[in-house]
């Protein structure tokens, strides 16, 4: 425990969640939590007209500014990060809310201030206990429209934010998409909050920045102050406050390390991914929002192999439409092309569930109504989804995959389901490309102990990591208390794949990987050696992986692939890639 006398003087270390790599050394600027007062204020009798005018008015003028929030959000961040000020018009438009707030004003003769910041605080706190980490961070989004509304009413402005001079790592309980959008981007060095997740604004608005940031640090507000020396390592979701001269001194050669290697790699940009003994590996990169292309790009991506579609459901009361998502679809097949475009279908679930797509609360929402179980009872979801696709595929190299499949007959429905939409875009004179590969991810064990089964009906397969690590361990890696046991390198684990690879490959199958263990450095050499096809990872980390793909033979990847079989404990793998990988590339950092 720091004590308050020396709390600002000792060097400490708070650790929160990783969302955007880097290192950055500054000045702190901390962001105040809610930046609004209320107080539980009644006016009398002849007030009240005038405070149901004042709330009309607030929300009037909130809807305008979102309107110019995201004109100035799209030309910042991109079209697609901009749609959260849709999503927060939407809200100030629904008449259930603004009708619960004039009811309080007219039965209860409460201020407009205090009649909105009430209801609107009644539903962020229903989200921020709900389970999984999307509903939480969607109470962030509650949480900006009480302040926008309310400093409406009150007859404030945005210019507390108007106070950063200088560049600075910004500090905050959570960040806010008013509150960003206000940012000079061009000040801002990195980003730590005390709340969040990998989903939340602050994460997706630090990786569309392309600046390190951590969030989930929970008190880090409480022991930070204007102008105190932080450094934020993105990579490892560290904070330091007043660090001491040994720290600094680290953390600069670090930095100074990590801009070189990032100039050595980007020397490999437009090399193959080529073993030394001339075995190609496909490296493709997940694809979250169509305006993260400049960055695939950028870093040498040659094509996606995972384009998660999830996004054109997300912050919205109403189904995409067919013609928007082709439109969306079609725009990252063409900037692609020639290169392939794995597209997945609808994967929400779990810990994200779009307004647009009702999906009642269960006791364990991660095995129950989700993914390719909501899309085959919705055909009204699923059809224009497929549709838009085939449509789509026209344009370039597109192939197409379902997630969260089980078993043979859910294959089989799939594959009914799109030849149906294939037929009708026929019968339409819609052009339709004639050979499109489907595929299936292999994430839940009963799928992977029938891969002879489903490869037979299909082109290829994807292992889905994240999800068949959690189910194969019996682990929520978003539990603290059992998270420790989450390890992609565990025997069982690097046994599945072996198993699924030889099935897939007996059947002339290929096989990539799309979870967050092809991305991981340490395991690159391990699924080669166990004949992994293709790996999609984040674009960030394309250069680094394919700098060890290069500068390793294939028959040095299968042998390390069989020691690690012969290990006992995922810690002994882990340990023995760890020594292996510094002592041959002592260049990079692991």
């Known amino acids: ?46 007030e009240v007209e005038q405070e149901i005018k004042a709330l009309l008015e607030a ?79 969607r109470a962030a989004d509650l949480r900006d429209i009480k302040r926008r509304v309310v400093r409406k009413i009150q007859g404030d402005r945005r210019d507390f934010l108007q106070k950063l001079e200088g560049s600075a790592i910004i500090i905050a309980r959570d960040l806010t998409p008013s509150d960003t959008i206000a940012l000079d981007r061009h000040k801002i060095l990195g980003f730590a909050t005390d709340l969040g997740g990998k989903t939340s604004h602050s994460a997706i608005m630090a990786r569309s920045f392309r600046v390190p940031a951590a969030v989930g640090f929970r008190h880090l507000t409480n022991y930070v102050k204007n102008g105190d020396r932080v450094i934020l390592d993105g990579n490892e979701g560290v904070v330091y406050v007043n660090p001491d001269k040994k720290t600094i001194e680290y953390y600069q050669k670090l930095r100074q390390h990590i801009r070189e290697i990032n100039e050595q790699l980007g020397l490999l940009r437009d090399l193959p991914a080529r073993t030394l003994d ?35 459901y997300l912050g919205r009361k109403e189904l995409p439409g067919e013609d928007e998502q082709y439109e969306e679809y079609r725009r990252v097949v063409e900037k692609m092309r020639p290169y392939p475009v794995i597209v997945r279908t609808l994967d929400v679930g779990g810990d994200k569930s779009p307004e647009c797509i009702s999906i009642p609360p269960e006791e364990n929402p991660y095995l129950g109504y989700r993914a390719i179980r909501i899309s085959l009872e919705r055909s009204e979801i699923f059809l224009p989804q497929l549709r838009a696709i085939l449509r789509a595929s026209a344009h370039g190299n597109l192939k197409i995959l379902f997630p969260m499949i089980s078993g043979m007959k859910e294959v089989r429905e799939v594959k009914e389901m799109l030849e149906k939409a294939r037929q009708q875009l026929l019968e339409e004179n819609v052009p339709v490309s004639e050979n499109v590969e489907i595929g299936v991810m292999i994430e839940v064990p009963s799928a992977a102990l029938i891969t002879d089964l489903i490869a037979q009906e299909v082109d290829f397969l994807s292992i889905g990591t994240n999800d068949l690590v959690q189910y194969m361990l019996a682990v929520d890696r978003g539990n603290e208390r059992v998270s420790y046991l989450y390890k992609d390198l565990h025997p069982a684990v690097l046994r599945v794949i072996r198993d699924v690879v030889r099935a897939a490959h007996r059947k002339g199958t290929w096989v990539g990987m799309c979870g967050e263990m092809a991305g991981n450095p340490l395991a690159t050499l391990i699924l080669i050696g166990l ?60």
């Open 278 to 312: 001339g075995k190609d590996i496909e490296l493709g990169a997940n694809l979250e929002f169509t305006d993260e292309l400049e960055t695939v790009i950028e870093y040498g991506g040659k094509g996606i192999g995972l384009y998660r579609t999830d996004y054109m």
């Open 59 to 137: 929300i009037d003028k909130s809807k305008q500014e979102l309107v110019s929030d995201k004109t100035t959000a799209r030309k910042r961040i991109g079209r697609e990060h901009a749609k959260i000020f849709e999503m927060h018009s939407l809200i100030l438009d629904d008449p259930y809310l603004i009708d619960e707030a004039v009811s309080i004003i007219r039965d209860e003769n409460y201020s407009a201030e205090y009649a909105f910041y009430s209801i609107i605080d009644k539903y962020q706190r229903q989200l921020a206990t709900s389970k999984g980490e999307y509903f939480q961070d």
């Open 531 to 590: 004949g992994i096809d293709e790996l999609s990872v984040s674009p960030i980390v394309l250069p680094e992986i394919k700098k060890i793909i290069r500068a390793t033979e294939y028959s040095e990847a299968v042998r390390i692939a069989d020691k690690m079989l012969e290990q006992t404990t995922a810690e002994d793998i882990e340990q023995f890639m760890m020594r292996y990988m510094r002592k041959k590339f002592k260049d990079l950092i692991f």
């Open 1 to 46: 425990m720091i004590s308050e006398k020396n709390k600002f003087k000792a060097e400490y270390f708070f650790k929160g969640i990783p969302v955007s790599p880097g290192v950055s050394i500054g000045k702190a600027f901390v962001l105040s939590g809610e930046a609004v007062k209320i107080e539980r204020k009644t006016v009398a009798d002849e």
